[in-house]
Nanobody
Framework: QVQLVESGGGLVQPGGSLRLSCTAS????????MGWYRQAPGKRRDLVAT???????RYTDSVKGRFTISGDSAKNTVYLQMDSLKPEDTAVYYC?????????WGQGTQVAVSS
C-alpha cells in the first residue's frame, strides 16, 4: 500500500507560479514512477508529467517549458513547479504512484488561474 498526500494548490493570476508537493508513505520501494495528472470540470483526467526512479521525466506537450517535475528521494516527495500559468491550467491536480500491481492516487489539490 502507498499513501499520497498533496499540497500547494491555490488561486494565482495568469503568468504566476505555484509549486505542488506530493509526499508518499507506506511501500515506497514498490513505486516504479510517480506523476501528476489533472482534471478540469467536465473533462477526463489527463497526464501532466511523470518521473521515474532514475529521474527520467516526461511531459504533456501543453506544459513543456513551463512545468518542471522533480523528486527528493530523502523526503519521498515529488514536486511540480508550475510557471507561466494560464487559465487553461485550471484543474484539480492529482498525484499518482505506479507499482507493478496497482496505481495509487492522492486526494487532489485545486489549482485556479484567474485574474
Amino acid at each position: 500500500q502507498v499513501q499520497l498526500v498533496e499540497s500547494g494548490g491555490g488561486l494565482v493570476q495568469p503568468g504566476g507560479s505555484l509549486r505542488l508537493s506530493c509526499t508518499a508513505s507506506g511501500s515506497i520501494d514498490s513505486i516504479l514512477y510517480m506523476g501528476w495528472y489533472r482534471q478540469a470540470p467536465g473533462k477526463r483526467r489527463d497526464l501532466v508529467a511523470t518521473i521515474t526512479r532514475d529521474k527520467t521525466t516526461r511531459y504533456t506537450d501543453s506544459v513543456k517549458g513551463r512545468f518542471t517535475i522533480s523528486g527528493d528521494s530523502a523526503k519521498n516527495t515529488v514536486y511540480l513547479q508550475m510557471d507561466s500559468l494560464k487559465p487553461e491550467d485550471t484543474a484539480v491536480y492529482y498525484c499518482e504512484a505506479s507499482t507493478r500491481s496497482e496505481d495509487y492516487w492522492g486526494q487532489g489539490t485545486q489549482v485556479a488561474v484567474s485574474s
